[in-house]
């Protein structure tokens, strides 16, 4: 098996060499990111920080955080975003990321057909030329992790 780039990107997180947009929040146990390979903006990650390759590796701490992770992040997409909802997925069946994380996908009401559900997937993986734009996500990473960290207890 190669190396997991989500271990990697986490070790630059750690390091604090991070972008905004992927070191957008930071909990006990999640970290909150930007999709660096989409072309729709809004495209968040919730990645566990350590490495499991199965949900049900999970501690019960890790499964109540992100269930409050997933209903926060959703929001404050909704608010920054526009978005009526959002998508939720989780594979961890990359080459590259084994690791666990979520995908939390923004859904637009005028969203193109063949973005809808499961082909919304074709958005991510795109060419460099077709990428979200790094300062677009730059901006909504700082809202967003703003908010996220007004809700610390």
Request: charged residues 25%; glycine residues 4%.
């Amino acid at each position: 098996m190669s190396p997991c780039k989500s271990c990697e990107l986490m070790r630059q997180r750690d390091s604090g060499a991070a972008p905004p947009w992927d070191n957008i929040y930071r909990s006990e146990h999640w970290d909150v990111v930007h999709a660096y390979n989409s072309s729709l903006l809004g495209w968040l990650v919730l990645i566990v920080r350590r490495h499991i390759e199965a949900l049900d590796e999970m501690t019960p701490a890790e499964a109540t955080e992100l269930g409050r992770l997933l209903r926060e992040v959703s929001l404050a997409l909704k608010q920054h975003t526009g978005c009526q909802k959002t998508y939720i997925m989780q594979f961890a069946e990359s080459n590259e990321h084994p690791h666990v994380h979520f995908h939390i996908v923004p859904r637009q009401a005028d969203q193109a057909p063949d973005d809808l559900a499961y082909r919304v997937m074709r958005r991510l993986g795109v060419p460099l030329s077709e990428r979200c734009d790094e300062a677009e996500m730059n901006q909504l990473a700082l809202a967003i992790g703003q908010q996220l960290k007004a809700l610390r207890p």
